[in-house]
Structure formats: C-alpha cells, structure tokens
T-cell receptor, first 114, second 110 residues
C-alpha cells in the first residue's frame, strides 16, 4: 500500500521566495497533520485537519505560514515570504478515525532557505 | 501542557548488549502513548501504541511497557540494524494531537 507521499523531497530557495510543500495522505485516512522538525525544537505540530477542515492551527508560527486541504487526497503548506529560520524538515502525517489509531508519516521535505 | 521527556539522549551499545530507553510523560488524561523509530532522512515509523498502565507490546527485539508516569522501550540482544532514533509521543484524551519527546539515538556496534 502507498504510504504518505510528500513533494518535493528537497527544496533550496532564497529568502523572500514563496515555498509550497505538498502532501498526499494515505487513502481512507481522514486526519492530516503537518509537523516541523529541527535539532533545537524536535518535532512540532503546526496544524491538523479532519475531513479537510482545519481543527487546530495553534502551532503555525506566524502569518507567513498557511495550510490548505482542498480535498481528501491533497494538502499544501505554504510559506510566504520565506526566511532562513524556516529551514527545517517538514513532515506530513495521516491517520484513520478511531481512538487508538497511529499517525503514519511521510519521508518529509528538507527545506533550506538561503 | 503535555510534556514528554526521553532519556538518555544517546545510547551506544555493543551487538547483543540489551538495554532500555525511558519516556516520562505528563498529560491530562492519556489516550495513548506511541513509540516510533526514525532513520536518517526518513519519517518516523510507527512501532507501538500503549493505552493503559501495565500494558506491554512486543515486536522482534523490542518490547514496550507502560506505567502511569512513564514508558520503557527494552531492546533485547540488539543488532546493528536496530540503530535509529526512537521517539515517544503522547496523545491526550481531549485531542488528536501528538506531543513528541526529543528522542533517544541508539547506535549498535557489531
């Protein structure tokens, strides 16, 4: 079975540019999560969706970050304008409904802002 | 706020040398505690879910246990392929978010 698919795997861009990260969750999963991982702060939840609706965006660092889920099989995380401190690995995860269902992660996008 | 503390930060083992990793947590009503394995350049890979104190789960050389305040991941007779970072996360009753610890990086030498 296909897992969570993220693209691109690597992104290098200059400060001030717009960055768009993409995620395809596992089919049939109705929760989708975006995380950021850095050496200093570990894995941090940015936002999560249930049935394409944003439920909790309290982890989004500032207005430069936005996330959308236009349908059950696609989500984007956008940073505009990007800054060097946004450099990190961004992960997408999905899970099924159910009390003890685990989240399944993609392999991430390594983002470097120069 | 949910808190997860993992120790040690790093663990170097000789092949066959069993050891344990600790995950201490504070959460207002535990829905579940999750263990993940992360290899370099990859996303976290799900290992176990534990729901209630006293529960144990096993998979190959790994066994996870849960008490009311902490969880242990025991690695029995490890092999070099068990080298990875092991992450612990908790989910509160009130939510579907996971709060992660910083992880324990395990290196097993042949």
């Amino acid at each position: 079975d296909a897992g969570v698919i993220q693209s691109p795997r690597h992104e290098v861009t200059e400060m001030g540019q717009e960055v768009t990260l993409r995620c395809k969750p596992i089919s049939g999963h109705d929760y989708l999560f975006w995380y950021r991982q850095t050496m200093m702060r570990g894995l941090e939840l940015l936002i999560y969706f249930n049935n394409n609706v944003p439920i909790d965006d309290s982890g989004m660092p500032e207005d430069r970050f936005s996330a959308k889920m236009p349908n059950a099989s696609f989500s984007t995380l956008k940073i505009q304008p990007s800054e060097p401190r946004d450099s990190a690995v961004y992960f997408c995860a999905s899970r099924q409904t159910g009390t003890h269902q685990p989240q399944h992660f993609g392999d991430g996008t390594r983002l470097s802002i120069l | 706020e949910d808190q997860v503390t993992q120790s040690p930060e790093a663990l170097r083992l000789q092949e066959g040398e069993s050891s344990s990793l600790n995950c201490s947590y504070t959460v207002s009503g535990l829905r579940g505690l999750f263990w993940y394995r992360q290899d370099p350049g990859k996303g976290p890979e799900f290992l176990f879910t534990l729901y209630s104190a006293g529960e144990e789960k096993e998979k190959e050389r790994l066994k996870a246990t849960l008490t009311k305040k902490e969880s242990f991941l025991h690695i029995t007779a490890p092999k070099p392929e068990d080298s990875a970072t092991y992450l612990c996360a908790v989910q509160a009753q009130s939510d579907y978010k996971l709060s992660f610890g910083a992880g324990t990086t395990v290196t097993v030498r042949a």
